[in-house]
Structures are given as structure tokens and as C-alpha cells.
């Protein structure tokens, strides 16, 4: 079993939909939670940074942690086709190192 | 706008070959990051160097990956042999470490190294 599972999807939803994208994983060490948007043949760019539980928005964009239940999740709200991407969630743990375990990602196509 | 170059962009090769990859980071940035993308395992962490100095390769196949950083303006992933297993996109990252407690910063993904081992 991995430590960050994600659902693959793809996912397709209409324009202006709320979008709900969501990892869990099993290492109680991760306290620093991501979230990185990496459009078709471009490498991964950071969107949303969390530390430990709770929520951070920006914009259209909420990243909430739910550490107790292990659970994290991305919303985007009034989605656009530009948010056509796949997302990859990440985390790190405490104490320095740097290393990111990824999710495999959740394919999102907004259509028109 | 600063950002992280690779090259090649897309390599095809018959297996067996070497394959040398080039990362050219962000400028003042003092780490790299090496990981590989396939689409079953997603993006894993290949090797990671702090000030040019390798920090954790552990996720490199040892007996045919090596990755070196020869200076601060290039980061290198050599593969030789190539296998066919191999295919898979590299992606290089930099980002810059202020404080040793700094658990995490930001890193910046380059455009990926697309390599197809025949």
C-alpha cells in the first residue's frame, strides 16, 4: 500500500461545478500538506500550502487537512476549462529533509 | 522569470544505451531534486542534493542510475544501460533551503525530460 493514495479519476465536470479532489495517507509524520496543478506535458507547479490540520483558501482554492482522520482535500469553486489539469497532493514531514511523497494524481477536465 | 531548463526535451534510445540528462536550476536556488513520473507509480524522488551535495538517492536504482551535480549551474542523471523499464518522464526541481529547520520550501518543477527506452 502506498503512503499517499489518490484517486486517478479522470473526472469531468460541467463549468462553474464545485470540484472536490481528496488523498489519504497512512505516515502520521507528514505536517507539511501541498497541492501541485501540472498541466499536460509541463512539470508540476505549486498551488496550495498547508501546515498540520486546518483550512487555507485563496481565490477559487481551499485546502483543508483533516490530520485526525488522515485526509486531506482541494475545492475549487466556479471552475473554469483553465482548471483542466491533473492535480497531485504532497506531503512532507517534520525536521527538514525537503522530501515530498506524491500522489499519483487526479486527472480534472472542466468542460464547457 | 526564473525557471528551470532540462534538456534534452525528448529522448528515444535503443536499450542499452546511456542516456544523460542535464538540469540547469534556478539561479541561487541550493537544492535539486530529481523524480521520475510514469503513469502507474506517479511522481517519485529519484535523488535530492543540498549545496551540490547528495542528500538521499535512495529511490535510484543504483546499479545503473547515478546523478551527480559537477556544479551549481548543473544537475546531471546518467543512466547506462538504458532498459526499457526505463521509459518515463524526469522531472528536475530546485528550490532554496534559508534555514536547516525549514521542513519544506517551494520547489520549481522544470519542463520534464521525456525518455522512451526501446
Known amino acids: 500500500q502506498k503512503e499517499v493514495e489518490q484517486d486517478p479519476g479522470p473526472l469531468s465536470v460541467p463549468e462553474g461545478a464545485i470540484v472536490s479532489l481528496n488523498c489519504t495517507y497512512s505516515?502520521?509524520?507528514?505536517?507539511?500538506f501541498m497541492w501541485y496543478r501540472q498541466y499536460s506535458r509541463k512539470g508540476p507547479e505549486l498551488l496550495m500550502y498547508t501546515y498540520s490540520s486546518g483550512n487555507k483558501e485563496d481565490g477559487r482554492f481551499t485546502a483543508q487537512v483533516d490530520k485526525s482522520s488522515k485526509y486531506i482535500s482541494l475545492f475549487i469553486r466556479d471552475s473554469q476549462p483553465s482548471d483542466s489539469a491533473t492535480y497531485l497532493c504532497?506531503?512532507?514531514?517534520?525536521?527538514?529533509?525537503?522530501?515530498?511523497?506524491f500522489g499519483t494524481g487526479t486527472q480534472l477536465k472542466v468542460e464547457l | 522569470d526564473a525557471r528551470v531548463t532540462q534538456t534534452p526535451r525528448h529522448k528515444v534510445t535503443e536499450m542499452g544505451q546511456e542516456v544523460t540528462m542535464r538540469c540547469q536550476p534556478i539561479l541561487g536556488h541550493n537544492t535539486v531534486f530529481w523524480y521520475r513520473q510514469t503513469m502507474m507509480q506517479g511522481l517519485e524522488l529519484l535523488a535530492y542534493?543540498?549545496?551540490?551535495?547528495?542528500?538521499?538517492d535512495s529511490g535510484m536504482p543504483k546499479d545503473r542510475f547515478s546523478a551527480e551535480m559537477p556544479d551549481a549551474t548543473l544537475a546531471t542523471l546518467k543512466i547506462q544501460p538504458s532498459e526499457p523499464r526505463d521509459s518515463a518522464v524526469y522531472f528536475c526541481?530546485?528550490?532554496?533551503?534559508?534555514?536547516?529547520?525549514?521542513?519544506?520550501?517551494?520547489?520549481?518543477f522544470g519542463p520534464g525530460t521525456r525518455l522512451l527506452v526501446l
Open positions: 504532497a506531503m512532507s514531514g517534520a525536521g527538514g529533509g525537503n522530501k515530498l511523497t
Open positions: 526541481a530546485s528550490g532554496l533551503v534559508q534555514k536547516e529547520r525549514t521542513a519544506v520550501e517551494t520547489q520549481y
Open positions: 505516515n502520521s509524520a507528514f505536517q507539511y
Open positions: 542534493f543540498r549545496n551540490r551535495a547528495p542528500l538521499d
